[in-house]
């Protein structure tokens, strides 16, 4: 046990391990795990402490204008002005419980992103095979490792099958590091402990089985981590513009209010009742809190993206998502529905029909029409053997459904092999002895197995490169050599079922005469062919309206797959992606292209078939360098670099890998190619979103601002108190501008083009209304004020009709904000059911103002004439008709038609590439 202090696992045997930490092959039991869990606490290592919500209150007063404004009031106070100190004070209180509930809401939207993003981990929990977070792990849980796979603890193998783990980031070791199960001195040093795997290093070869030892900060990494400081999150391009102009507009504002408070200091109002009015209007007019509108917006927008399945890692690609021009997507799994069926198998000179759909074994074999068993051919009942045994995938029942773990192209071949017959116990004589793993490079996998015979070895992959490997060929119940008719007999009958769309794998086998030291590529020749297995992954039904989605957005489609050309223009037919001038190239016809060449090309190729990983990268870079803002999904460990380059790196939440996830900016929950264009959607929403809000908000500022530079400028009194101002401030950009940053997407959000990415949320459209609608304000505002003032010589009477027409302006304005491109009627007033309800609450929460007698003194106002009301709402609707009147001419403008036909700096897509 002293050795076990020190850390020395590696020390120990397997059973010995497994002995100390009271556990067993078959896992511990779920009652045992969550003692252990509450006992060990998550396996995840120490955070920064978030903020409490008591402190995320104070910090909405960390403003030094707030404070200023605070001890001005409270100075105001002690002279007399009490009631007017109270309800600033109140309404700065107010204005500050609006930011901390903006500010919460975006926390809790960005713990539940983190909670959905968290990695998984395979462990065997009772003699089953499940997936779990990693958080939950305890010591003495064993887990299942697979290339791709982040190792989640610190693990003592107990299996290790050509296993190869990349330990650089915990040891600096660049090169991978091979795995075994055998015990190691005791003072071996970290880097040499072969048969340990390391929490935060990945799996990049072979498969193991291992026993947990250390969770969180009581494994090798978590030392480390105690040891380092937590780097702090970066801002988004759009948070970080945000807070650029923010800076600027907030100096203008203050400058602004700086003029307006001296010139009225001139003219005889006093020091102080100036101080809290121009601060007032500071407060209310500088816009310091845009980034945190940014984060709010983005962050809830991913909280409605998970809803949808889309699971966004990071925030930047929030913004990004709204600018994809093209989607290259793989076609399994994707873009079908990732249960492969096994509808045809071609052996012993016959091709057979294969019923049943799905994972359910259950089925028929029919050849020409007539039922056939299968059970009493040798031949092919060796076939289907081969089909199993050289196989990792796992079939299980789990609420009430099959459902396979591991490969679903596996799966498919298990399945196959049930209906025929084979039985967990006739399999369970083959023990497995060894393989050499399948990889998208080599396109092909071979186990060994012990048999009562010896040692017999099987293989299965693309069948070109089966046959490759075979010297001989099990027909007509004998095994001779391959011959030239053989060969062409055997492709010909593979093109036939790769042109009904069925993805095509080969078995073959070898008796093995010898005991194997070694086991690695050297063994595969001169292998015994078997026969053809075709099985079909049918088109998801929700995809081609994705597609068609796709073309009248101008964002392009392009399917990438590792299936046979054929095969995947049948799908790509039925999902209506292909025309007659396009492309379908394979990945030998990529690679004997130059990069000019290709470059000429990509636009036109909508398929790519039989390519690997590696083509990826390729494939995005052109792209690219075409102009194009590129979204790539992937799946395996190799697909990391073309997600790392693509502009919206997208990975698959079922068949992923760690790596790809940790690597990618969205996961997919669902691994559907429809997800993907409903979160371009939904980007394209935010962003809108974010536009609104900014516009109304800015507008109603940039008037209020003018408004009081316009009256002290032709020597009017001030035309609204601090308390009036501050008002305004919660009443109408509070709630309707919250209301505006969940409004639904714009009828036409995806029959535009996409956005510029070096598009700012300033657009020439949005410039102009932030230039024409406040002078309009200002305009129709001034002689309401000018006329009040000088025929009642009533201040407060005067300033009664500005604060009603402002708010009136506000709440028409926020209204005809649900959409900055069309008109109201389009988009409709009701389908954001947020916005009448703010509008509402604003409007009484102001008529109560009006309305209760005591607080006329406290707002300086009194109650509204008739025609005060006549001039408010004349304002208003002035003010509404010309914003919707503005978006029927803008869009009609040569920019806004040249906006839709181009991308500014890119190329765009009318239909898709």
């Given at each position: 046990?002293?050795?076990?202090?020190?850390?020395?696992?590696?020390?120990?045997?397997?059973?010995?391990?497994?002995?100390?930490?009271?556990?067993?092959?078959?896992?511990?039991?779920?009652?045992?795990?969550?003692?252990?869990?509450?006992?060990?606490?998550?396996?995840?290592?120490?955070?920064?402490?978030?903020?409490?919500?008591?402190?995320?209150?104070?910090?909405?007063?960390?403003?030094?204008?707030?404070?200023?404004?605070?001890?001005?009031?409270?100075?105001?106070?002690?002279?007399?002005?009490?009631?007017?100190?109270?309800?600033?004070?109140?309404?700065?209180?107010?204005?500050?419980?609006?930011?901390?509930?903006?500010?919460?809401?975006?926390?809790?939207?960005?713990?539940?992103?983190?909670?959905?993003?968290?990695?998984?981990?395979?462990?065997?929990?009772?003699?089953?095979?499940?997936?779990?977070?990693?958080?939950?792990?305890?010591?003495?849980?064993?887990?299942?490792?697979?290339?791709?796979?982040?190792?989640?603890?610190?693990?003592?193998?107990?299996?290790?099958?050509?296993?190869?783990?990349?330990?650089?980031?915990?040891?600096?070791?660049?090169?991978?590091?091979?795995?075994?199960?055998?015990?190691?001195?005791?003072?071996?040093?970290?880097?040499?402990?072969?048969?340990?795997?390391?929490?935060?290093?990945?799996?990049?070869?072979?498969?193991?089985?291992?026993?947990?030892?250390?969770?969180?900060?009581?494994?090798?990494?978590?030392?480390?981590?105690?040891?380092?400081?937590?780097?702090?999150?970066?801002?988004?391009?759009?948070?970080?513009?945000?807070?650029?102009?923010?800076?600027?507009?907030?100096?203008?504002?203050?400058?602004?209010?700086?003029?307006?408070?001296?010139?009225?200091?001139?003219?005889?109002?006093?020091?102080?009742?100036?101080?809290?009015?121009?601060?007032?209007?500071?407060?209310?007019?500088?816009?310091?809190?845009?980034?945190?509108?940014?984060?709010?917006?983005?962050?809830?927008?991913?909280?409605?993206?998970?809803?949808?399945?889309?699971?966004?890692?990071?925030?930047?690609?929030?913004?990004?998502?709204?600018?994809?021009?093209?989607?290259?997507?793989?076609?399994?799994?994707?873009?079908?529905?990732?249960?492969?069926?096994?509808?045809?198998?071609?052996?012993?000179?016959?091709?057979?029909?294969?019923?049943?759909?799905?994972?359910?074994?259950?089925?028929?074999?029919?050849?020409?029409?007539?039922?056939?068993?299968?059970?009493?051919?040798?031949?092919?009942?060796?076939?289907?053997?081969?089909?199993?045994?050289?196989?990792?995938?796992?079939?299980?029942?789990?609420?009430?459904?099959?459902?396979?773990?591991?490969?679903?192209?596996?799966?498919?071949?298990?399945?196959?092999?049930?209906?025929?017959?084979?039985?967990?116990?006739?399999?369970?004589?083959?023990?497995?002895?060894?393989?050499?793993?399948?990889?998208?490079?080599?396109?092909?996998?071979?186990?060994?197995?012990?048999?009562?015979?010896?040692?017999?070895?099987?293989?299965?992959?693309?069948?070109?490169?089966v046959l490759g490997c075979c010297k001989w060929i099990y027909k007509d119940g004998q095994?001779?050599?391959?011959?030239?008719?053989?060969?062409?007999?055997?492709?010909?009958?593979?093109?036939?079922?790769?042109?009904?769309?069925?993805?095509?794998?080969?078995?073959?086998?070898?008796?093995?005469?010898?005991?194997?030291?070694?086991?690695?590529?050297?063994?595969?020749?001169?292998?015994?062919?078997?026969?053809?297995?075709?099985?079909?992954?049918?088109?998801?039904?929700?995809?081609?309206?994705?597609?068609?989605?796709?073309?009248?957005?101008?964002?392009?489609?392009?399917?990438?797959?590792?299936?046979?050309?054929?095969?995947?223009?049948?799908?790509?037919?039925?999902?209506g992606m292909l025309k007659g001038s396009d492309i379908v190239l394979t990945g030998t016809?990529?690679?004997?292209?130059?990069?000019?060449?290709?470059?000429?090309?990509?636009?036109?190729?909508?398929?790519?078939?039989?390519?690997?990983?590696?083509?990826?990268?390729?494939?995005?870079?052109?792209?690219?360098?075409?102009?194009?803002?590129?979204?790539?999904?992937?799946?395996?460990?190799?697909?990391?670099?073309?997600?790392?380059?693509?502009?919206?790196?997208?990975?698959?939440?079922?068949?992923?890998?760690?790596?790809?996830?940790?690597?990618?900016?969205?996961?997919?929950?669902d691994d559907n190619f429809a997800t993907i264009v409903a979160a371009v959607k939904e980007?394209?929403?935010?962003?809108?979103?974010?536009?609104?809000?900014?516009?109304?908000?800015?507008?109603?500022?940039?008037?209020?601002?003018?408004?009081?530079?316009?009256?002290?400028?032709?020597?009017?009194?001030?035309?609204?108190?601090?308390?009036?101002?501050?008002?305004?401030?919660?009443?109408?950009?509070?709630?309707?501008?919250?209301?505006?940053?969940?409004?639904?997407?714009?009828?036409?959000?995806?029959?535009?083009?996409?956005?510029?990415?070096?598009?700012?949320?300033?657009?020439?459209?949005?410039?102009?209304?932030?230039?024409?609608?406040?002078?309009?304000?200002?305009?129709?505002?001034?002689?309401?004020?000018?006329?009040?003032?000088?025929?009642?010589?009533?201040?407060?009477?005067?300033?009664?009709?500005?604060?009603?027409?402002?708010?009136?302006?506000?709440?028409?304005?926020?209204?005809?904000?649900?959409?900055?491109?069309?008109?109201?009627?389009?988009?409709?007033?009701?389908?954001?059911?947020?916005?009448?309800?703010?509008?509402?609450?604003?409007?009484?929460?102001?008529?109560?103002?009006?309305?209760?007698?005591?607080?006329?003194?406290?707002?300086?106002?009194?109650?509204?004439?008739?025609?005060?009301?006549?001039?408010?709402?004349?304002?208003?609707?002035?003010?509404?008709?010309?914003?919707?009147?503005?978006?029927?001419?803008?869009?009609?403008?040569?920019?806004?038609?040249?906006?839709?036909?181009?991308?500014?700096?890119?190329?765009?897509?009318?239909?898709?590439?």
């Amino acid at each position: 046990m002293a050795l076990l202090k020190e850390g020395h696992w590696h020390a120990l045997e397997a059973d010995e391990a497994i002995r100390l930490l009271k556990t067993g092959l078959d896992g511990l039991s779920e009652d045992e795990a969550r003692r252990r869990l509450a006992e060990c606490g998550p396996n995840e290592l120490k955070r920064e402490k978030r903020k409490s919500p008591f402190v995320m209150f104070l910090e909405q007063f960390k403003s030094i204008l707030i404070w200023i404004l605070i001890v001005a009031t409270a100075l105001s106070a002690v002279i007399g002005e009490l009631i007017d100190a109270i309800v600033i004070v109140a309404i700065i209180i107010a204005c500050a419980i609006l930011g901390f509930v903006e500010e919460y809401r975006a926390e809790k939207a960005l713990e539940l992103l983190k909670k959905l993003a968290a990695p998984t981990t395979t462990v065997i929990r009772e003699g089953k095979e499940k997936t779990i977070p990693t958080r939950e792990l305890v010591p003495g849980d064993i887990v299942s490792l697979s290339v791709g796979c982040s190792v989640p603890a610190d693990i003592r193998l107990l299996e290790a099958v050509n296993l190869r783990t990349n330990e650089a980031p915990l040891t600096g070791e660049s090169t991978p590091v091979d795995k075994h199960a055998k015990p190691l001195p005791a003072e071996t040093v970290l880097p040499d402990r072969a048969n340990m795997a390391f929490s935060g290093t990945t799996v990049i070869y072979g498969r193991g089985k291992g026993v947990v030892v250390g969770t969180g900060m009581r494994t090798e990494l978590g030392k480390i981590a105690s040891m380092v400081q937590v780097v702090k999150e970066e801002a988004t391009p759009l948070e970080k513009k945000m807070a650029e102009i923010g800076k600027w507009l907030g100096i203008a504002c203050l400058s602004a209010c700086m003029i307006v408070a001296l010139s009225c200091l001139l003219r005889g109002y006093t020091l102080l009742e100036m101080l809290i009015w121009g601060i007032a209007l500071a407060v209310a007019a500088v816009p310091e809190a845009l980034p945190a509108v940014v984060t709010g917006s983005l962050a809830i927008g991913v909280r409605e993206m998970a809803k949808r399945n889309a699971i966004v890692r990071r925030l930047p690609a929030v913004e990004t998502l709204g600018c994809t021009s093209v989607i290259c997507a793989d076609k399994t799994g994707t873009m079908t529905k990732g249960e492969m069926t096994v509808r045809k198998v071609y052996g012993n000179g016959i091709t057979l029909t294969v019923t049943g759909v799905g994972y359910e074994p259950k089925g028929e074999f029919y050849y020409e029409g007539e039922l056939m068993d299968v059970k009493s051919d040798n031949m092919l009942q060796l076939l289907f053997k081969a089909a199993a045994l050289c196989n990792d995938a796992k079939l299980d029942v789990e609420e009430g459904r099959w459902v396979v773990r591991g490969d679903t192209t596996e799966g498919a071949l298990l399945v196959v092999s049930i209906k025929a017959g084979l039985t967990k116990e006739e399999l369970d004589k083959y023990p497995r002895a060894g393989e050499v793993p399948f990889t998208s490079e080599r396109k092909r996998m071979t186990t060994i197995h012990s048999s009562p015979s010896g040692l017999i070895a099987f293989m299965k992959g693309a069948p070109e490169v089966v046959l490759g490997c075979c010297k001989w060929i099990y027909k007509d119940g004998q095994i001779r050599e391959l011959d030239e008719k053989d060969r062409a007999e055997i492709l010909r009958v593979n093109e036939l079922m790769a042109n009904e769309a069925l993805r095509n794998l080969a078995m073959a086998y070898r008796p093995l005469d010898v005991t194997l030291e070694k086991v690695d590529e050297g063994i595969e020749n001169n292998f015994i062919f078997l026969g053809i297995a075709g099985m079909i992954d049918p088109a998801r039904e929700e995809v081609k309206d994705s597609i068609e989605l796709c073309k009248r957005a101008g964002i392009g489609t392009v399917m990438i797959t590792g299936d046979h050309r054929l095969t995947a223009m049948a799908i790509a037919r039925d999902l209506g992606m292909l025309k007659g001038s396009d492309i379908v190239l394979t990945g030998t016809e990529l690679d004997q292209m130059s990069q000019e060449e290709y470059e000429r090309i990509v636009e036109n190729v909508r398929v790519y078939a039989r390519v690997s990983p590696e083509h990826k990268v390729r494939i995005v870079e052109a792209w690219k360098k075409k102009g194009y803002v590129v979204s790539m999904t992937g799946d395996g460990i190799n697909d990391a670099p073309a997600l790392k380059m693509s502009d919206i790196g997208v990975s698959m939440g079922v068949t992923g890998t760690d790596v790809t996830k940790e690597t990618s900016d969205m996961t997919l929950a669902d691994d559907n190619f429809a997800t993907i264009v409903a979160a371009v959607k939904e980007g394209r929403r935010i962003f809108d979103n974010i536009k609104k809000y900014l516009s109304y908000l800015l507008r109603c500022n940039l008037a209020e601002i003018g408004i009081a530079i316009a009256a002290t400028s032709l020597g009017l009194p001030v035309p609204f108190t601090a308390a009036q101002i501050l008002w305004i401030n919660l009443a109408t950009d509070g709630l309707p501008a919250l209301a505006l940053g969940v409004d639904p997407a714009d009828p036409d959000v995806m029959d535009r083009p996409p956005r510029n990415p070096k598009e700012t949320v300033f657009t020439w459209d949005v410039k102009i209304y932030l230039i024409i609608l406040p002078l309009l304000t200002i305009a129709l505002v001034i002689p309401i004020f000018a006329y009040k003032w000088m025929v009642t010589e009533d201040l407060t009477k005067a300033q009664t009709a500005v604060f009603l027409t402002i708010i009136l302006c506000e709440l028409f304005v926020a209204l005809s904000c649900r959409s900055l491109r069309m008109p109201i009627y389009r988009v409709g007033i009701l389908r954001n059911r947020f916005l009448p309800i703010a509008i509402a609450i604003s409007f009484m929460a102001t008529f109560c103002i009006f309305s209760v007698p005591q607080l006329h003194a406290a707002f300086d106002v009194t109650w509204p004439e008739p025609i005060d009301w006549a001039m408010g709402v004349s304002v208003a609707s002035v003010l509404f008709a010309t914003m919707e009147m503005m978006k029927l001419v803008m869009h009609k403008l040569p920019q806004a038609r040249r906006a839709k036909r181009i991308y500014l700096t890119a190329p765009r897509l009318t239909e898709g590439p």
